[in-house]
């Protein structure tokens, strides 16, 4: 059986969303959990795809894991701190799970980590992860098809910085590598990503010495033990994000709550110049109207504070309906265009080249099946079909489903018409000549 979205466009939003608790935050903190014996207790988890996929690879590696007794938490147990291995099968699913190399290594003094291939966003290398690990004094090297790690850090310089800016989950393996240990790691060009250093105040509710997270400079003095702790995961800046794209496609007037605007700026920015407004009611709260067709403006993506890539596609789905041409130019994967050729089908008039689109914006999107290429993507593609007229189909959100929670449900409870139905694919015509055989 799989799942498609199925829009009809053309309601304008109105009510009220919530955020839930940010995926890209969970995931490095669910692996930071291996860094201590005994139950660590997470709030605010996002309950999606990818947190059970961790949870399956925190089995494997000791830990029983309690997903959502109680609504958004999840509670790691470490029970056996023998496992290092972190196998193909559950890693090649997930990315992010490349996250448990520097936890096993500071606490385990080991690890085997299957090495992450490429994705639809583009290569996604690991070699800063490695370089980083092998400046703190690990051994670290590739070994068929893993990266195998060994010897407890001693501390050391690190430069973070690559062609593409600083790693986020990079940054996140070294910081956790270089927490356990004797000596002093100084990590220069670190991600300054608000998930970062929601990592960093969880490493430091551990017992952790680390100044400077969310900061492109870390300074880490190890410590001989930590201790299991409680913490609460951020707001999904990225949700909020795609909820006011949602605002400016389909137009109308949302209040977007638990979220956090101070770590929105470049976004708030973009929306000045498409003429979406953004007020903030109090700390949590953001109220976004848009009752007129968004002007076009452009776009280049950059790490954190600069506009998030993770909103590239969700954005240009506004872009894709603006009034004018906008250029969107994309500075940290060069290839996460895999979704224009999808938006096409609705009627986008999109323009590509190497990591560039030109954008013009139309005045009518008609609906149309079309299919998630990643999970940004895919969210961009429900946007579109708020504006489209007619029946949009969306396949393949198991994308969707890994970094969105219960999206239809949130949308439709802003009035707009989606819902999410089971299907039996259409057979292909080799079963069909198999079966008449
Ligand atoms: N890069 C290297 N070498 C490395 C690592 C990265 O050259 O060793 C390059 C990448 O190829 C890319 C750039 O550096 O061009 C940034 O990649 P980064 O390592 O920062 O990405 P990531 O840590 O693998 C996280 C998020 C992504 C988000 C990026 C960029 C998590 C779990 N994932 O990935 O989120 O796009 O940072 O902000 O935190 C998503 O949520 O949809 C998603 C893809």
Redesign the pocket.
């Known amino acids: 059986m799989f799942s498609k979205y199925v829009v009809h466009g053309g309601t304008p939003l109105r009510g009220n969303v919530t955020i839930s608790g940010s ?2 935050a969970a ?2 903190m669910m692996a930071a959990a291996l860094l201590a014996k005994g139950p660590t207790v997470l709030r605010n988890v996002p309950d999606l795809s990818d947190v059970h996929l961790m949870a399956e690879i925190l089995e494997t590696l000791g830990c029983r894991v309690a997903l959502f007794d109680e609504p958004g938490v999840v509670v790691i147990d470490v029970m056996d701190e023998s496992p290092v291995v972190a196998p193909y099968e559950l890693v090649s699913e997930m ?2 799970s490349f996250c448990v190399l520097g936890p096993l290594l500071s606490r385990r003094g080991e690890a085997h980590v299957s090495q992450p291939g490429g994705c639809t ?9 490695v370089k980083g690990i092998a400046a703190i004094g690990s051994e670290v090297r590739f070994e068929r098809g893993n990266v195998i790690a060994k010897g407890r850090p001693t501390g050391g310089r690190v430069y973070l910085g ?9 940054t996140a393996n070294v910081m956790c590598a270089a927490v356990m240990g004797s000596g002093v790691t100084i990590i220069d060009q670190a ?1 300054c ?1 608000p ?1 970062i250093a929601n990592l960093a105040a969880m490493l430091n509710s551990m017992g952790a010495q680390i100044s400077g997270g969310g900061t492109s400079r870390l300074v880490i003095n190890g410590v001989k033990e930590l201790h299991p702790t409680e913490i609460a995961i951020i707001p999904d800046r ?1 949700e909020c994000g795609t909820f006011i794209a949602a605002a400016g496609v389909a137009r109308g007037d949302i209040v977007i709550e638990r979220c956090d605007p101070d770590v929105l700026l470049a976004v708030f920015d973009k929306c000045a110049e498409m003429g979406i407004d953004v007020s903030r009611l109090d700390e949590t709260t953001l109220r976004v109207k848009c009752d007129n067709r968004p002007r076009a403006t452009d776009l280049v993506t950059l ?1 954190y504070p600069g506009f ?3 909103l590239q596609s969700p954005f240009m789905s506004v872009l894709c309906v603006a009034d004018g041409f906008a250029i969107v130019e994309e500075k ?2 060069p290839e996460r265009f895999m979704h224009v050729p999808e938006y096409r089908r609705l009627g986008a008039d999109i323009r590509k080249q190497f990591a560039t689109c030109i954008v013009s914006g139309v005045t009518r999107l008609q609906g149309a099946p079309a299919a998630s290429t ?3 993507a895919g969210a961009g593609l429900v946007l579109m079909g708020l504006a489209a007229e007619g029946e949009t189909q969306v396949l393949k959100i198991q994308h969707i489903d890994r ?1 969105y929670e219960i999206f239809h449900e949130k949308l439709a409870a802003l009035g707009a018409t989606i819902k999410r139905v089971e299907f039996v694919p259409a057979r292909r015509a080799e079963d069909r000549r198999r079966e008449a055989a």
């Open positions: 995926k890209n995931l490095p990315r992010a966003l583009g290569e996604r290398p690991v070699d800063l992860h690559g062609a593409m800016g600083p790693s986020v989950t990079g991600a990503e998930e990225i790490p998030p890539t993770d940290i994967y990643d999970l940004r970094g």
